[in-house]
């Protein structure tokens, strides 16, 4: 009966390894292993091996930042991570990422901040109908409905499911922050793209 190139080679050294490994008392035991015993333990450990390293490999490919060069790096967090189809969004505010300068308003905020993260989402390939959930941050709850009227016109139907939280501060003057999950058929089954007017 034939055997595989690996089996083969593996094979062929045996003697070579029993002469040597001999000369080692610790190991004289393994030395007499029959070859029927020691190929199937060499092939069931190479085996093991190469599926952790392709497990890791998959794994490390599966998980991707998204970093449009509208961002600044070197920032304790990503503006984006896609994982398995699913975008996971940072929290933005209403910061013009040119100028660095916040919205005059508080309705600049919050468009500033949905922009920032369709931003993020155009980067990733996905769209505001892609979310899927959104957590709006406040630092003033009354200001629920003037941020209901910037943010319905940015989510075509169905909308994405969402918290509203009401918060002691946010970062510098911020009055508003905003965090989204997008999920995409990474077969790239479902409805087509809808722009979201802006």
């Keep these: 009966m034939g055997c595989s190139l690996g089996s083969c080679l593996i094979q062929s050294a045996v003697p070579a390894i029993r002469k ?3 000369q080692w008392p610790n190991f ?7 070859p029927g015993i020691i190929f199937p333990m060499i092939r069931t450990s190479t085996s093991f091996i190469l599926l952790l390293l392709s497990t890791a490999s998959l794994a490390a490919a599966e998980k991707q930042v998204v970093q449009p060069k509208e961002f600044a790096t070197g920032r304790p967090f990503s503006p984006g991570i896609l994982a398995n189809g699913t975008l996971y969004v940072a929290g933005q505010i209403g910061q ?8 005059e308003t508080f309705e600049d905020e919050v468009k500033l901040t949905l922009q920032n993260i369709g931003v993020i989402l155009k980067e990733a390939g996905y769209d505001y109908q892609d979310a899927v959930s959104v957590t709006v941050y406040l630092t003033d709850i009354s200001l629920f409905n003037r941020m209901n009227a910037i943010y319905v016109p940015f989510f075509p139907e169905p909308r994405p499911v969402r918290a509203t ?10 009055q508003v922050e ?4 997008a999920w995409k058929d990474p077969k790239g089954k479902g409805k087509g793209k809808r722009k979201a007017k802006n």
């Design 20 to 22: 040597q490994w001999n």
């Design 28 to 34: 004289g035991w393994y030395a007499r292993l029959e």
């Design 96 to 103: 013009d990422l040119k100028t660095g300068k916040m919205g």
């Design 165 to 174: 939280v009401a918060v002691a501060k946010l970062v510098g003057t911020a």
């Design 178 to 181: 905003i965090s989204l999950t």
